[in-house]
């Protein structure tokens, strides 16, 4: 973790360009925009400094991550096999302090997708509008890739044509269905098309 503790996570990667090892998603992703220059861009000219994008980070998950989990944690729970099951219910207990039975209790999931509705508009606010409402403007960025992995996870989770996701298509006047039909052509690769 940023204050020293190790953590066991994934993703993880080993980097043949420098033999090393990288864990977590922003850290793999500053990793490889530095060894690789001449790659596709993750960081808009704007986002570069890695200081704003590990606060913009830092801010999703405070404001938005524990209420999607909320609301997606016992389906998510539901869907793993036993050994998972049991791993995922230990380390989210760890994580959250309470009984996961407790954490995605009807009451709490009420009150998550009511929050969350509140904080991703504010999330929105952070970036700019248009059509195509990618962070850097033009091309998706870090930030795009962390919404859309999250909103990606919801619409699994609950289908693309649930009532719950048909709703968060709504909010935000569309921003989040824009961002994540922008992100279609990266959702499937050849071997899981639904």
């Not at 001449?38 to 524990?66: I, M």
């Not at 998550?112 to 929105?124: M, V």
């Not at 649930?162 to 298509?169: A, G, N, V």
């Amino acid at each position: 973790k940023r204050d020293g503790t190790l953590l066991y996570t994934v993703p993880i990667i080993f980097c043949t360009h420098c033999s090393q090892y990288v864990s977590n998603s922003l850290d793999i992703a500053i990793h490889l925009e530095r060894a690789f220059p001449d790659a596709p861009r993750l960081f808009a000219p704007g986002l570069a400094d890695e200081a704003l994008v590990r606060a913009w980070d830092d801010r999703w998950h405070q404001l938005v991550g524990p209420h999607f989990f909320t609301i997606g944690g016992a389906r998510t729970h539901a869907q793993l096999p036993p050994r998972s099951a049991a791993f995922f219910k230990k380390t989210r207990e760890a994580i959250f302090k309470m009984p996961l039975e407790r954490q995605v209790s009807p009451e709490r999931v009420k009150a998550s997708w009511a929050i969350l509705r509140k904080n991703l508009s504010r999330i929105a606010q952070y970036t700019p509008c248009g059509e195509t409402y990618f962070a850097g403007g033009d091309e998706p960025t870090y930030p795009d890739c962390v919404m859309a992995s999250f909103l990606v996870w919801m619409k699994r989770l609950f289908g693309r044509e649930s009532p719950e996701w048909r709703e968060i298509e709504t909010w935000d006047e569309g921003r989040w269905a824009r961002l994540m039909r922008a992100f279609e052509q990266w959702e499937y690769t050849e071997e899981n098309v639904p």
